[in-house]
């Protein structure tokens, strides 16, 4: 019996430290974000001003003020409220939500 509650116990501590770890991780974050139907720039999880100039992104993505995303294999998309790109080229969903990363079940 003091062998499940030890398991159970550092169980509960696993979760809650990586729920607690989550947010530290979302406030680092910069990159640029649509937001009330406007680009943002984003430095330490918060808008900083308006994206006023078109980004190449270190994979070669091309992202415009009006929200447009020029892929590497010419294909275009918009991006939609709520959704962010890091500065490293990752997207973003469903910021002041449950954020996931794109491509993922996360």
Do not use: C, W
Not at 20 to 40: H, S, W, Y
């Amino acid at each position: 019996m003091k062998k499940y509650r030890t398991v159970a116990l550092a169980a509960v501590a696993l979760v809650s430290v990586s729920v607690l770890a989550f947010p530290v991780v979302a406030a680092d974050m910069a990159g640029i974000m649509m937001k009330d139907g406007k680009m943002m720039m984003m430095k330490d999880g918060k808008a900083t001003g308006p994206m006023d100039h078109e980004m190449t992104m270190p994979d070669g993505h091309k992202v415009m003020p009006d929200g447009t995303m020029k892929m590497n294999d010419g294909k275009e998309m918009r991006m939609q409220e709520g959704q962010m790109m890091t500065m490293d080229g990752k997207m973003m969903e469903g910021m002041g939500k449950g954020m996931k990363m794109e491509g993922t079940d996360k």
